[in-house]
RNA sequence: GGGCCCGUAGCUCAGCCAGGACAGAGUGCCGGCCUUCUAAGCCGGUGGUCCCGGGUUCAAAUCCCGGCGGGCCCGCCA
């Protein structure tokens, strides 16, 4: 279908296109209508065209095209003005007014959103934190932005999957799992979440590791080098002490415990061995601690109503035998090599430009051989999600796989892919996208999992609950737990959606739970107002009966605005860039509300102005609801 | 050393891919507006060598080349 803004660019670009035919310029009507761009300011009119773009020395005609215009201009244009080298064109109030109308009553609660074609089977792997710590800000970023990628897929009526890849093996869940059995399986105070208390117990568990590697390599350092050693004790000591501040008993248990310890780092070792290897006297407490934390997750996600279908362990995925499978396949491949002695994949010699060009992967990036397994027979986290990226497609008998992770993580993503393409899964290969993202800095603090130095989705989410009761408050009202949850989770899910994910975002956590303009609330405020004049008018707005000269000032600059949402949607939902909808949202609040002020609806004489008026506080309610719906955000009746 | 990304107002960011008007928001700071549809709002003021240097063009924040600064990757880690 048509898009309104479609329907009127074409319009203008033909009464145009006649006018200069008429002093001289031929142009074809579809490359006139490409040049139209929107003018900075409202004063340049509401469409402008570059006239050195169309034709060399056409500026110098314009004043003929204005003369001409009058009778030409057609049932769209109002007037046109030559400013410098532009043709400005205001619209006839009565068209925008007409066709903003149609458009809405033809699509009513579903304007804007893409008509359906043959739905499309996609698999959303994200998130995928390791079990080992509550989720932190940057999981919160990939949480937001996956269940963005899938709500984006659902819009357009294809089937989503959202899974969730719980990595169950691996060092990281080794330490946690050592301390966990050292401290014999602690609960944790009431007034603290699992997730947050095992995210401690591995912090103080990594920790203690690496003070006594590092005390060990202290004794043979002298000079510059101890004195460098000797400070960064002094930050682990610290960051020790900051986990004993929060849970003092299990910190001393656990100093105690692993004092005792000649080697802690081949203890843990031999643990991620047993792990992996299903030793059945640790397979239920490992499964016991991954869960406990898992569930505090979960939690978490539910909180920010981001719901997974599949949660896939990798300690099941190598019990399933598919990894050895993918090791064997690799075994008979073309490709395999030996790199510094272990068996690997030599992609490097297939990557050639034809095949970098059909999966998407740059030239310039130098693929090393990609190792599959490790001495001791155990296999690579690449190794593993080759296995799990089949499994996926399998599975669900996807026609496309995201992997929401990390931009660090380009170069094995990219050998990811050309595994595939080397065991014969080329459909796979050429369908699998690594939807890349920036990672989360917070203002003046270095984050680390290891060390125990993260903020957390849940203490944001309880500071903006907070916030947002206390100004509720403020003003007399009390809110449900539902409202608040609502206000602070789109809060956080606004500032994760409002950065290109290809930039590092820099998380302030003061700035966060300021309520203002800009901001979620302030677009759910507009969604409230909105909502708040149709509710007591109590009835559907007459959609056809607008018209007149009513869109001058701020209306003009909304109802244009509105016009444009289907494309905009159309834009952000086939090329996943979120922040330009959240730009989008807050420059049609900020009109919306600028109006608001001064124009009152409900109260207006004039009926047909009145369901104009009508006509853009509908617009501007369905355009905030249908944008909430893909990223993901809720609308509030009242706030 | 090689590769990728980023550099725009004090701070956080749009705009760059598809070049076009005195470069836009928010925040901060200063001042004004609640007997009128929700003041979590609105209005006004303040604030910029678009990292630097060349080039292409009628026109460059945007494209090209060369620098500078920051981040990440180049593990038998994940």
Not at 311 to 327: F, K
Request: net charge neutral; aromatic share 8%.
């Amino acid at each position: 279908m048509e898009t309104p803004y479609s329907e009127l660019r074409r319009c203008v670009a033909e009464a145009v296109g006649r006018v200069f035919a008429l002093v001289g310029v031929e142009v074809d009507y579809a490359s006139l209508e490409n040049l139209i761009q929107e003018p900075p300011r409202p004063e340049f009119g509401d469409l402008a065209i570059p006239l050195p773009r169309v034709s060399r020395g056409l500026t110098e005609k314009c004043r003929e095209v204005v003369s001409a215009i009058g009778e030409l201009g057609g049932e769209c244009i109002e007037k046109v003005e030559c400013v410098g080298s532009y043709l400005n064109i205001w619209l006839r109030s009565s068209y925008l007014a007409r066709i903003l109308g149609r458009a809405l009553a033809t699509s009513r609660g579903s304007y804007g959103i893409p008509e359906k074609s043959t739905p499309k089977r996609v698999v959303v792997e994200f998130v995928s934190a390791n079990p080992v710590h509550p989720l932190h800000i940057g999981s919160g970023r990939n949480a937001v932005l996956g269940d963005f990628i899938a709500r984006a897929h659902e819009l357009l009526g294809d089937i989503v999957e959202r899974r969730y890849y719980v990595n169950d093996l691996g060092l990281q869940v080794a330490y946690l799992l050592y301390g966990y059995i050292k401290l014999s399986k602690p609960r944790a105070p009431p007034s603290m979440k699992d997730d947050h208390f095992l995210g401690l117990i591995y912090a103080a568990t990594s920790i203690l590791a690496d003070i006594a590697r590092l005390r060990k390599k202290l004794e043979h350092l002298t000079g510059d080098e101890a004195g460098e050693a000797r400070r960064e004790l002094d930050t682990l000591i610290g960051d020790l002490l900051r986990i004993r501040s929060r849970v003092p008993d299990v910190v001393e248990a656990l100093t105690k415990s692993l004092s005792q310890v000649e080697d802690v780092d081949q203890e843990v070792r031999a643990l991620s061995l047993a792990m992996e290897s299903c030793d059945p006297t640790i397979v239920e407490v490992h499964r016991e601690v991954v869960d406990r934390v898992l569930i505090g997750i979960r939690q978490t996600l539910e909180r920010l109503g981001v719901v997974f279908d599949r949660w896939d362990y990798e300690s099941e995925l190598v019990r399933s035998g598919l990894v050895r499978e993918v090791v064997e396949m690799s075994r008979n491949s073309e490709f395999i090599t030996y790199y510094k002695n272990a068996p690997a994949l030599d992609l490097g010699r297939l990557a050639n430009d034809a095949v970098r060009s059909e999966l998407g992967i740059p030239k310039s990036l130098e693929i090393p051989p990609l190792i599959l397994a490790r001495s001791d027979g155990t296999t690579l986290y690449t190794t593993r999600d080759i296995a799990y990226t089949i499994k996926k497609f399998r599975e669900f008998n996807a026609d496309k796989v995201y992997n929401v992770i990390a931009v660090e993580q380009t170069l094995p993503q990219a050998q990811l892919k050309l595994a595939l393409y080397a065991l014969g899964f080329y459909k796979e290969a050429r369908s699998l996208v690594h939807y890349a993202y920036e990672i989360v800095n917070v203002k003046g603090f270095a984050m680390s999992g290891r060390r125990g130095r993260y903020i957390t989705v849940d203490e944001i989410l309880d500071t903006l609950i907070a916030r947002a009761r206390e100004l509720a408050r403020s003003r007399g009202v009390e809110i449900s737990d539902e409202i608040a949850l609502k206000i602070a989770r789109s809060a956080f899910k606004y500032i994760m959606l409002s950065v290109s994910p290809k930039k590092t975002l820099v998380f302030d956590p003061e700035q966060a739970v300021e309520v203002k303009s800009g901001t979620a609330t302030y677009v759910q405020y507009t969604y409230a107002r909105a909502n708040s004049i149709l509710s007591k008018y109590g009835r559907e707005p007459d959609f056809n009966g607008v018209g007149g000269d009513g869109l001058v000032g701020k209306r003009r600059e909304l109802a244009l605005l509105i016009a444009r949402f289907p494309e905009i949607l159309r834009k952000v939902v086939l090329e996943l860039t979120p922040e330009d909808m959240v730009s989008y949202l807050n420059k049609l609040s900020e009109i919306f509300n600028s109006w608001y002020d001064t124009d009152p609806v409900l109260t207006e004489p004039d009926e047909q102005l009145r369901n104009l008026k009508l006509l853009l506080v509908y617009g501007t309610k369905v355009v905030i609801e249908n944008s909430f719906k893909l990223l993901g955000l809720d609308v509030v009746e009242r706030i």
